[in-house]
């Protein structure tokens, strides 16, 4: 044979392996969103099954097999979209990777929905809706499913936008919007909605504050200070302190329900113990770490890392044990109104139901949360371990003063509020340190007006599309909720 014509043969034979191989390759790149996807079904089927397995034949049972993958769907939908808000300021600021961060995240949500979840929830999400004029248990029923299935649907709608939103004002709107339809607006507590409504500001805002003003003290205790190693050692055991307290005053205020009841006074008390505890146990061992330090701001980020961690883990054991009651909340009542013939304003979680959420927020976590914790954690603002643990400080710190106040609050906006709070305050600090240098210099030096907006530190886009998710949840929920219900209602009722 002649050699060219064997020569040709393999230059074929490359082309079409090479062929072959891009078309795997792109099989690949194809099927990768599936495989998650048929994970997140088969979680769902699962949870159906169980459900059926353990009431069997029962009358009403087909209900409850359907609201238990109804709530498996909603478990997956917070694990993708609101633990990012705990996880995504770790992340962006390099103190943990991402698979770290997902693997302590799934951890301490599901110990803290297991352990100290709330073992009794209103299923009437804090009084949206009165009981009284929702009369027919069925219609009850139908309400709930519709509440359950169009909140977890807008929350995936959010995150496949990439907008963090609340799940917990997600299930108010799907509750409120079902009430409406079930018996009208009057049926509406709109006083309650009113609070809900002004939360929208005074989570973000109140967080965003707390936020700029622990980035402001680090600022000028420790980063402008000529010996800067010096000036952590005097004040991160504080900071360490002031957090231990604050997450034990959160964790015994919002995530030991189930164990022991506790007031606010208690809490606070045993917040300042722990924390004065954490205080003279920090202090050496951030000596000791910081020996042989460089004086410049990037040793600073290696203070911060461990203490950043452990505040992340924290807000994910809290936010498991305060958050996932609220979600499974009208898949326990749904239970509760099929088991008894009855509907009632509070009704205690079943174990089953707390297993489907804890473990379909991890789910969602480990399929899906990748998108949002990037979001949070770089996509918004830039974020170093410093101005990362002022967000989680900032998450705890809002939460017990939303407490003492009797405001309802969003775990979700204050978190992303303090990312928000953080960036903003950079800009500020930024121009007016710019203004100042600027009166020094030759005026041809000075850095034009279209420059300066062009170097803005917090990304407009992503402001905007997160403002408006929050401001449209409850609506966007309840009108989608109302529509559920009828559809639900016409079909099987």
């Not at 027919?136 to 959010?158: E, G, Y």
């Not at 003003?213 to 002031?242: C, H, M, N, S, T």
């Not at 997450?247 to 995530?255: E, N, P, Q």
């Not at 290696?302 to 883990?313: D, E």
């Amino acid at each position: 044979m002649d050699m060219s014509d064997d020569n040709n043969q393999w230059a074929t034979l490359d082309k079409d392996l090479n062929r072959i191989s891009q078309v795997e390759y792109g099989l690949t790149v194809v099927a990768r969103p599936m495989v998650g996807l048929g994970v997140a079904l088969a979680f769902i089927i699962v949870a159906g099954i169980a459900a059926a397995f353990i009431f069997g034949n029962q009358p009403g049972s087909a209900i409850i097999i359907a609201a238990a993958a109804l709530g498996a769907y909603m478990a997956i939908n917070i694990g993708a979209n609101d633990v990012a808000n705990n996880m995504g300021p770790a992340v962006g600021a390099k103190a943990l990777t991402m698979g770290g961060a997902i693997v302590i995240a799934a951890f301490c949500e599901s110990a803290g929905a297991l352990l100290a979840g709330g073992d009794v929830v209103s299923t009437i999400s804090k009084g949206i809706i009165d009981p009284s004029a929702v009369s027919d248990t069925s219609i009850f029923v139908w309400a709930m499913m519709a509440a359950l299935l169009s909140s977890a649907l807008w929350v995936n709608l959010a995150t496949w936008v990439g907008a963090p939103v609340s799940t917990t004002h997600s299930v108010v709107g799907g509750v409120m919007g079902a009430g409406i339809a079930a018996a009208g607006f009057s049926a509406v507590n709109w006083s309650s909605m009113s609070l809900i409504a002004a939360s929208w500001v005074i989570s973000p805002v109140l967080g965003g504050l707390v936020a700029a003003g622990f980035l402001a003290f680090i600022k000028a205790k420790i980063i402008y200070q000529d010996d800067k190693i010096a000036a952590a050692r005097i004040w991160v055991p504080v900071l360490v302190g002031i957090m231990m307290g604050a997450f034990s005053t959160y964790l015994a205020v919002k995530g030991l329900k189930k164990l022991v009841e506790i007031n606010l006074l208690t809490a606070l008390m045993i917040g300042a113990g722990i924390g004065a505890l954490s205080y003279v146990a920090s202090a050496p061992l951030i000596r000791k770490q910081s020996e042989g330090l460089e004086n410049r701001n990037k040793s600073l980020k290696v203070l911060f890392g461990l203490p950043l961690v452990i505040s992340a883990a924290l807000l994910s054991f809290a936010h498991g044990a305060n958050d996932v009651a609220n979600a499974v909340g009208p898949l326990a009542a749904i239970v509760h109104a099929q088991e008894f013939g009855e509907f009632a304003g509070k009704v205690t979680i079943p174990q089953w139901v707390m297993v489907i959420g804890a473990f379909g927020i991890s789910f969602g976590l480990l399929l899906f949360g990748p998108k949002l914790i990037r979001m949070v954690g770089s996509q918004i603002t830039k974020l170093n371990p410093m101005r990362a643990y002022c967000v989680a400080l900032s998450a705890a710190i809002t939460v017990i003063v939303a407490s003492w106040l009797g405001l309802p609050v969003s775990s979700t906006h204050i978190a992303v509020g303090g990312v928000f709070g953080v960036g903003f305050f950079r800009e500020w600090h930024h121009n007016r340190r710019a203004r100042e240098h600027s009166a020094k210099r030759a005026p041809e030096k000075r850095i034009a007006a279209e420059e300066r907006r062009r170097r803005k530190l917090v990304r407009r886009s992503h402001f905007m599309t997160i403002v408006a998710a929050w401001v449209i949840t409850v609506p966007a929920a309840a009108g989608l909720s109302a529509i559920v219900f009828y559809m639900l209602t016409h079909l099987f009722a």
